[in-house]
């Protein structure tokens, strides 16, 4: 069946680093991928999707680009805030090759971010 | 657009004890999600509905589990004689039909302990 893993976490950074963390995926067909987000006490909100290959999402500085040869989908940000801190959760739903996804999302396990100013 | 929303936020109860979740998705949305996090994990699909539809049931919805959505609106999720492994948040999404967009909205959670 379809997963998603995501580089163990937690990780902690300074303000202004640069930040990546790394999610891959097992998925037939034409899966969409997501970047959700987790703020503490919050629900959660989603960041970033692609729905295709070579695809790439933005939002709030961060961008991930959807890499079908690695099936990776990797989140990144130039310069992280301390308000970045969160719980950020990869995603894939799967869909149609028209990019139109569909359906149950499946998650990684999560990784904690925390920012030090 | 109040977002979705889900009641009670928190719910304690004794194992053995049934209990109910509601749900209230974006008015104008068609698809209805369930899912179940445990503590340090990614959230897992229970079950969805399209309209009052329910299509498709995960393996880890057993029968003590059920779910409805009686009016194509809001949607219950009942859990009957829990048990401590019930213990988790669980979440309700909903996202337009899927001839337009998919994003699912979170509401914020049912947090359910299991004594």
């Known amino acids: 069946g379809d997963s998603v893993t995501q580089m163990e976490g937690p990780v902690t950074l300074s303000e202004e680093a640069f930040l990546t963390i790394n999610c891959t995926y097992t998925a037939t067909g034409y899966p969409s991928l997501f970047w959700y987000v987790q703020y503490p006490g919050e629900g959660l909100q989603l960041l970033l999707k692609a729905t295709k290959a070579d695809d790439k999402g933005s939002n709030k500085g961060f961008e991930a680009t959807y890499r079908k040869e690695t099936t990776s989908f990797h989140l990144e940000k130039g310069s992280v805030q301390v308000s970045d801190s969160a719980v950020y959760f990869c995603?894939?739903?799967?869909?149609?090759?028209?990019?139109?996804?569909?359906?149950?999302?499946?998650f990684g396990q999560g990784t904690i971010l925390t920012v030090h100013p | 657009d109040t977002g979705v929303s889900q009641d009670p936020r928190h719910k304690i109860t004794k194992r053995g004890q049934n209990v109910t979740f509601r749900c209230d998705p974006i008015s104008e949305h068609n698809r209805l999600y369930w899912y179940r996090q445990t503590l340090g994990q990614g959230p897992e699909f229970l079950t969805y509905?399209?309209?009052?539809?329910?299509?498709?049931k995960s393996r880890l919805l057993s029968d003590r589990f059920s779910a409805e959505r009686p009016k194509g609106s809001f949607s219950t999720l009942e859990i009957q004689r829990t048990e401590q492994g019930d213990s988790a948040m669980y979440l309700c999404a909903s996202s337009e039909d899927p001839r337009g967009r998919e994003t699912q909205y979170f509401g914020p959670g049912t947090r359910l302990l299991v004594l």
């Open positions: 995603a894939l739903s799967q869909g149609n090759a028209g990019g139109t996804s569909y359906g149950k999302l499946t």
């Open positions: 509905f399209q309209n009052e539809a329910q299509l498709e």
